[in-house]
C-alpha cells in the first residue's frame, strides 16, 4: 500500500475552496431581492430600446404629424367635359374686347373667364349669341348677365382661393361657376326650382363639384354653410335683406344691384369691419331681374 503524499493532498484542498467559493457566488445571484433583479433588467431593457430609438427630432416630427388632421384638398373644376375645349377663341375675344378693355384686370378674373364655356350655359336657340356683349333670356323671366358685368361684378369680390361664397340668383349657373374657377366652395341659391334644378344638372355634368346648389328663397341665404367670406346678388332688391349681412362674414364683401325692377339701378359695394360696422359705396348703374319671395312684403312694409 502506497503512503499518502502530501502535496496531492493539499492540491485537492485548494480545488475544493475554489469549487466552493463559485457555488457560494452563484447563490448569492439567486438570493438578490426581486427589486433588485427588475431594476438590472429595466436598465438592459432601456439601453436595447435606446439602440433602437431613431433620432429625437424625427421621433418628434413623426408625433406631430400623427396629431395633426390631414388636410384634405378642396374640389376643383374638372374641366375634363369637351365644352371647355369648344369656342376657345370666341372666350379670348370676349375677355379682350370686352372685359379686358373695360379695365377689368384680375388675372384670376379673366382666366375664369376664359376658362368657362359661357355656351353650356344658354339656351340652344342661343348658341351663337353666347359670347356676345349683352345678356341673355334663360327662360322664365330671367336672364344669364352680360359677360362685362359677369367679369366686373366678380373682381369686386376680391375672391381667393380659400374662399366660401354665397350667391343669390343662380339662374344658368354661369355666376357661380366663374367664381368656383377661383373660390373654394360656392353656394348658390335660386328661388325658381325649375331654374335651380337645371343649373345643378349642368354644373354637375360641366365637373364643379364645389358648387352646391339650392331651391330656395335667397332673401334668408344659407345660415346652415355661413359665414361667407364674400356673397354676390343678382337680382335687385330695395334694400339689402339683413340675413345676408349678418351672413357675411367681418372684413368680408357684398356685391348687389339696388334700386327699382323699373326704374334706376346701382351696383353697390358692401363691406363689414372686424367690429361688424356696414359701409356702402356705389359702383355704376345696372340693369337686373328683381328679386322674389320674401323681399317683395319687405319692400310693401317699407312702403307704408
Excluded at 381667393?160 to 343669390?168: A, G, S
Aim: net charge positive; proline share 8%; charged share 25%.
Amino acid at each position: 500500500m502506497a503512503a499518502n503524499n502530501p502535496l496531492l493532498q493539499s492540491k485537492w484542498k485548494y480545488l475544493l475552496l475554489a469549487v466552493l467559493l463559485i457555488l457560494l457566488f452563484l447563490l448569492s445571484l439567486f438570493t438578490l431581492s426581486p427589486s433588485m433583479r427588475s431594476e438590472f433588467a429595466f436598465a438592459s431593457q432601456q439601453k436595447a430600446d435606446e439602440v433602437n430609438q431613431p433620432p429625437a427630432d424625427s421621433n418628434e416630427k413623426a408625433k406631430q404629424k400623427q396629431e395633426e388632421p390631414e388636410q384634405k384638398e378642396p374640389n376643383r373644376p374638372e374641366h375634363k367635359h369637351r365644352a371647355f375645349m369648344e369656342r376657345s377663341r370666341e372666350r379670348e375675344r370676349m375677355v379682350t374686347g370686352q372685359i379686358k378693355a373695360r379695365r377689368v384686370s384680375d388675372p384670376n378674373v379673366l382666366n375664369a373667364m376664359l376658362a368657362v364655356p359661357r355656351h353650356a350655359f344658354v339656351r340652344p336657340g342661343d348658341l351663337a349669341r353666347a359670347y356676345a356683349d349683352h345678356p341673355l333670356p334663360i327662360g322664365l323671366g330671367q336672364t344669364i348677365s352680360q359677360p362685362y358685368i359677369v367679369g366686373y361684378m366678380t373682381e369686386a369680390l376680391k375672391l381667393r382661393p380659400d374662399f366660401k361664397v354665397l350667391e343669390i340668383g343662380t339662374g344658368s349657373g354661369y355666376q357661380a361657376a366663374v367664381c368656383a374657377e377661383i373660390a373654394r366652395e360656392v353656394y348658390t341659391i335660386e328661388i325658381i326650382e325649375e331654374l335651380a334644378k337645371s343649373a345643378r344638372e349642368r354644373l354637375k355634368e360641366l365637373g364643379y363639384p364645389n358648387v352646391f346648389v339650392k331651391a330656395a328663397d335667397g332673401y334668408f341665404g344659407w345660415p346652415q354653410k355661413g359665414p361667407f367670406d364674400a356673397i354676390i346678388v343678382t337680382c335687385v332688391a330695395g334694400f339689402v335683406p339683413p340675413p345676408l349681412v349678418e351672413q357675411l362674414k367681418p372684413d368680408g364683401i357684398m356685391v348687389t344691384p339696388l334700386g327699382s325692377p323699373f326704374g334706376p339701378q346701382r351696383l353697390v359695394l358692401i363691406t363689414k369691419d372686424q367690429k361688424g360696422e356696414v359701409r356702402s359705396k356705389s359702383l355704376l348703374s345696372v340693369r337686373f331681374v328683381p328679386m322674389r319671395g320674401a323681399i317683395t312684403e319687405g319692400q310693401e312694409q317699407l312702403k307704408k
